[in-house]
């Protein structure tokens, strides 16, 4: 399980880290790791309005 990470326009990115640790990064202002498109990307904390558990499609779940 990872988690999803929400701005406030609505958009979203996935990272792979589980909820309690984006919990302590969005609390100390670290960088959280996630991707975008395939790519790995480090998500500034002061973006995110709220982060939720998530679990991602897999190839076999057709995402």
């Not at 609390?27 to 973006?47: C, L, M, Q, S, Y």
């Amino acid at each position: 399980m990872g988690s999803r990470l929400v701005f406030v326009d609505g958009e979203w990115l996935a990272s792979d880290l589980p909820i309690e640790e984006v919990a302590a990064r969005l609390g100390e202002g670290r960088v959280i790791d996630a991707d975008r498109k395939g790519k790995r990307i480090a998500v500034n904390p002061a973006h995110v309005i709220y982060a939720e558990e998530w679990d991602r499609p897999t190839a076999a779940d057709g995402g």
